[in-house]
């Protein structure tokens, strides 16, 4: 099975889905793959950024793909922090660090959101400057995102910022765990893609070795 398909098919049975990263590992490609695929599955695309995430990832995603900015044109922008996203579909914006303004004006805003595919960006960036409102925001994030029906929730997270410990954390609340790093060996660096956590069994703990560029693919890590 494709790992690009284990991540699909299993963030439409269980979720969140947390897609663990490093720098180096390019893992917005195959977000933006994973996106490309499911959008059109839900009635709703919603994405939470903090500290300008999105605003970065789609710039990084238009210098390689034409379409990234009609694949994320629909989306609906809640910026937390924000200073340069006001021009991306902004629907919300919240100027405070403090976890329950946060999400009280999130939960005001949204709702109860049926069959919608949410893409939660930049808690990396956000738990670096505050630590312990992270702990805090994302697991009632979570909650206020998965209160409908048929929801979907894709979060990405640096895990190389932090201390084993808070990710540990961050990873007890992912029902699909995956982690994009990079191999450094003698003569090349290879992208590594492991499956941790997924409904697929057989799958979990299985690694793939993945190019980017001109296209993506996948090679089984032996």
């Given amino acids: 099975m494709n790992p690009l398909d284990i991540i699909i098919e299993s963030s439409k049975v269980v979720t969140p889905t947390i897609f663990n990263h490093e720098i180096g590992s390019e893992f917005e490609s195959v977000l933006y793959h994973v996106v490309k ?17 999105y605003a970065s990832i789609l710039k990084y995603l ?11 044109k629909d989306a609906k922008v809640f910026s937390v922090l924000s200073y340069f996203e006001d021009v991306l579909g902004q629907e919300v914006l919240i100027k405070t660090k403090d976890p329950e303004i946060i999400i009280g ?16 960006l930049g808690l990396d960036i956000f738990g670096v400057k505050y630590p312990k409102e992270l702990i ?8 206020i995102l998965g209160r409908g029906e048929k929801n979907n929730i894709l979060i990405t997270f640096n895990f ?11 990873n007890s609340f992912a029902l699909n765990l995956f982690k994009f790093g990079i191999e450094v060996g003698k003569n090349e660096i290879k992208r590594k893609l492991t499956v941790i956590r997924s409904i697929f069994l ?5 690694s ?3 190019t980017v560029y001109p296209e993506l693919r996948f090679l089984p890590a032996v």
Avoid: C, H, M, Q
């Fill in 105 to 120: 004006k999130i939960k005001s805003n949204l709702g109860v959101k049926d069959n919608t595919l949410f893409l939660v």
């Fill in 37 to 53: 695929r499911l959008k059109s599955e839900y009635k709703g695309f919603i994405v939470i950024s903090f500290t300008d995430a």
């Fill in 160 to 170: 190389k910022a932090f201390p084993e410990n808070v990710t540990e954390i961050v």
């Fill in 136 to 143: 805090t925001v994302l697991p009632a994030l979570i909650r």
């Fill in 208 to 210: 793939w070795y993945y």
């Fill in 202 to 206: 057989e799958y979990n703990l299985k």
């Fill in 62 to 72: 238009e210098s390689i793909y034409k379409d990234a900015r009609d694949v994320f």
